[in-house]
């Protein structure tokens, strides 16, 4: 099994940039499509970005979409998302997972067909 740890998070204003990494451990991540969720208390974990295992293609919630962007160095075991353009509605816990058996586009989106989850960083976005 894979194990997965994000870093990079912190309190940032409105407009700013943040820099998620995720290392990933025990497994090579070329086996793994892997994707960036986000929540916020009381709210289900939503999808926010995606990238296949070559990193050839990505897919990308609407609400992000032109303002973050994910990137993956299978060599250094490493997934970064690249978040531009920050909003207070950015606001949340974000997750890096790490999916053996992803392959579709809708199953890229759907958090329960991922099957390693990080501890997840916080990301504070003031106005």
């Known amino acids: 099994q894979v194990q997965l740890v994000e870093s990079g998070g912190g309190l940032v204003q409105a407009g700013d940039s943040l820099r998620l990494s995720c290392a990933a451990t025990g497994r090579t991540l070329s086996d793994y499509g892997m994707g960036w969720f986000r929540q916020v208390p009381g709210k289900e974990r939503e999808f926010v970005a995606a990238i296949t295992r070559a990193g050839g293609k990505t897919f990308y919630a609407d609400s992000v979409k032109g303002r973050f962007t994910i990137s993956r160095d299978n060599a250094k075991n490493t997934v970064v998302l690249q978040m531009n353009s920050l909003k207070p509605e950015d606001t949340a816990v974000y997750y890096c997972?790490?999916?053996?058996?992803?392959?579709?586009?809708?199953?890229?989106?759907?958090?329960?067909?991922?099957?390693?989850w990080g501890q997840g960083t916080q990301v504070t976005v003031s106005s």
């Open positions: 997972a790490a999916g053996s058996s992803v392959y579709s586009a809708s199953s890229y989106v759907r958090k329960n067909d991922y099957d390693a």
